[in-house]
């Protein structure tokens, strides 16, 4: 007999609504694996399991009323969403991977935890995030390393390493999890999971902490397409004061229902060499992207191969822009000295940045993403382009981090994920898809990723390569 955690959170759904399943008695089930496992995982930074448990009697109450009544419920309701503590939710500790924010409790909602409370999911806890989500692994001096399941040697990577590594061990059915230079692809490549980056405006990043440069987004992690593509339909929606928005579904359609629609027949760019210069692209990493060519071929997609030229342009333009977002994030005076190596280094470099040199960096991020829509990705041109999401597989626990050296650490950060930015700086949705696994049995992502407000091909995509491939039933051996 499957347990709890064996159902997708489409089936766990279903089963709330259908009153054979009770929000409690799942809510339970994930509190005691989190218990069990966690303090081996590190996917959580803030258990709350006392307002979990009161959310999940709430969520049983609503779903009675519900079937006696004959209404519908929200597609997620009553199924456990945690939070990354990147977000704020009103009265739970949010430290964003800091100590000099380790007893800092917001007393507003960021709007995505707004939409997941009005889709009566339940908040199991806060997940692992490096400081200030900087780096792309998953280390602080919080919590232990969050780690993938598929090698607890090895990170979960980040910095929504502890999303990834809650979702890839059964510690949750999906997450939320956000991503402003591959954070939602990068964990979601090396846990073996399907995670979204929606285009720029999708998901409200209000109402307090915007990223004004238009790089970070919410998106889901999931192990199913159908649960990610549910998820990003709960979280989705511009809220008023958002400075983007992305266009809309048309009235009636659902990012879900297009997971189970046939993409059609598509022009698939494949990229193979990173566009940043001097990086090398590991074996199982080109292996991974060129045997999902071969199935897009064979499941009838026009696919050439694309390089585009390396551009160290952007790469300075990303640096820039990140250092000043590293050096406005909110930290008191008092804490300063709490910060990491990294965080420092990023912090001091970004206090350097003159207003003409960040204007110039967004610039060349619009004309880069310009670029794309003119001559790449036109009406007639190509509808998608597939690459390898990282550039090695998933990395040990501390080889990436370089406290004596965070310049040296930010150049080997930026040579495992040169991929994953690119649409960070457009603005356009991509995905990864854990269609592959090396020898060693690791997983190794490809990504998707699409034109600019288009995830519902993107989405139809994936779950064609899901069912000619299915990937859900392979688990780790701590499931």
């Not at 009675?64 to 419920?73: I, N, P």
């Not at 760019?269 to 090398?280: F, K």
């Not at 390089?307 to 822009?321: N, Y």
């Not at 998707?448 to 899901?466: C, F, K, M, V, W």
Request: hydrophobic share 40%.
């Amino acid at each position: 007999m499957a347990d709890l955690h064996d159902l997708t959170a489409l089936e766990q759904a279903q089963g709330i609504r259908s009153g054979e399943l009770s929000p409690v008695e799942l809510t339970e089930h994930y509190l005691a694996r989190i218990e069990r496992l966690d303090d081996t995982l590190g996917a959580f930074l803030t258990r709350t399991p006392d307002l979990a448990r009161k959310q999940a009697t709430d969520a049983e109450s609503e779903a009675t009323a519900a079937r006696r009544e004959g209404r519908e419920l929200p597609p997620l309701h009553g199924v456990p969403v945690p939070v990354k503590d990147l977000n704020q939710v009103a009265g739970v500790r949010c430290t964003m991977g800091s100590r000099a924010l380790a007893d800092h409790v917001p007393t507003v909602d960021d709007h995505v935890v707004g939409k997941l409370r009005t889709g009566g999911t339940i908040l199991l806890g806060k997940t692992n995030t490096p400081e200030f989500g900087l780096p792309c692994y998953t280390e602080n001096e919080l919590a232990p390393p969050a780690r993938t399941p598929w090698d607890l040697a090895r990170s979960a990577g980040g910095s929504s390493g502890g999303a990834a590594a809650a979702v890839a061990a059964g510690l949750a059915p999906v997450a939320q999890a956000t991503d402003g230079g591959g954070s939602i692809r990068i964990p979601a490549s090396v846990c073996g999971l399907f995670g979204i980056k929606p285009s720029r405006g999708r998901i409200s990043g209000g109402p307090l902490l915007h990223d004004i440069s238009g790089l970070a987004t919410s998106g889901p992690l999931a192990r199913t397409v159908a649960d990610a593509a549910t998820l990003l339909d709960v979280l989705a929606g511009a809220m008023p004061g958002d400075p983007f928005a992305a266009p809309a579904l048309p009235t009636g359609e659902t990012f879900a229902e297009h997971a189970r629609r046939d993409p059609g027949r598509l022009r698939i760019a494949c990229l193979t060499e990173a566009p940043v210069p001097g990086t090398e692209v590991h074996a199982d990493c080109r292996t991974a992207t060129t045997d999902t060519a071969a199935l897009l071929t064979g499941l009838g997609h026009e696919v050439e191969e694309l390089s585009l030229p390396a551009d160290d342009g952007i790469l300075l333009a990303f640096t820039r822009v990140w250092s000043v977002l590293a050096a406005s994030r909110p930290v008191p005076p008092e804490g300063e000295e709490l910060l990491m190596p990294l965080t420092r280094y990023l912090r001091d470099r970004g206090a350097e940045v003159s207003g003409t040199d960040f204007a110039r960096s967004m610039y060349a991020f619009r004309m880069l993403s310009q670029s794309l829509a003119d001559g790449l990705m036109p009406p007639g041109g190509y509808d998608v382009i597939l690459s390898p999401t990282l550039a090695a597989p998933p990395a040990e626990v501390g080889a990436l981090r370089n406290d004596a050296d965070p310049q040296a650490e930010f150049a080997a950060i930026g040579a495992f994920s040169p991929f994953t930015a690119l649409y960070n700086a457009t603005g356009q949705p991509a995905v990864n898809v854990p269609v592959q696994w090396n020898a060693e049995g690791l997983p190794i992502g490809v990504m998707l990723a699409g034109r600019y407000g288009d995830e519902a091909t993107l989405i139809a995509l994936s779950a064609q390569l899901e069912q000619a491939r299915p990937w859900a039933g392979r688990t780790p051996s701590m499931w």
